[in-house]
């Protein structure tokens, strides 16, 4: 039996009141990373976060990725991945299509493959990573405000999409739950080659199989600005100042931020981010100055 088939967990609604939370490893994201090959008509990129991203209403949902399968049909598929995650439930719908597609699924991970993407990966019959590339583990995170009696509850709930998740991993690696649930609790990195030996790979990628995109390199991604100070909101992180000032002059330059040249053209490697968005980011923002003046 395909390993891609041992567990396939659905869950057909998500539970009032829950907002998955886009994890930490988008500060560690390298959206420039991408397949050095041009894609054919059977191949699937996920190189955004998963679910749809508020900021530019862009993102990888299970929507998109179902109407690629049936334009593949019954082919051999393969699923290029570098996300930081997001969504939990879309990331588990995305999983479940392709645990169902009939040809074989191969999935690369050309840079990360976090939280729920590392879910969607799970599904492919072969996973190749590169030596670079990372996943990342972690229980589902969110945002929950409440009562006592509200947040117990919330936990109650989350408990089937970790054990779900631990589920996956173990039936993909042969590491036992209890041991992968570990692994969840303190969120785990797993560079290439460590993926290889622990069994969420098959193989290393080649070198000449991945290449950066250098414009978008280049060009400061005012998205994940945004993103890395909304997530150390949420988390009532502490933000170095170096770190506050990078991203500040990320989203100065790209025209967010009161003050900015109002003629400078944002560029084309970062997508727009909306008016309303970025009035929630000047908001955001000013309270995380005030937070760590």
Known sequence: MSLRKLSAPRFDAVPDGIEWDISSAVAKWRPEIKAAEKEVDNTISILDVIG???????????????AALRSIGDRDVVVNINSPGGDMFEGLAIRSMLAEHKGKVTVKVLGLAASAASVIAMAADEIQIARAGFFMIHNAWLVAIGDRNALREIADTMEPFDAAMADLYSARTGVSIKDVSKMMDKETWIGGSAAVEQGFADALLASDEIETDDAKASAPDRRIAAQM??????????????????????????GVMPGADPEGKPSAAAPAISETAKAHLAASLALLQVRQS
């Open 52 to 66: 749809v991203d508020w900021w530019t209403g862009e993102g990888v949902t299970a929507k998109r990725i179902s």
């Open 229 to 254: 100070i909304e997530a150390a909101l949420a988390r009532g992180e502490s933000m170095p100042r170096a770190r506050r000032r990078m991203l500040l002059k990320a989203l100065n330059e790209s």
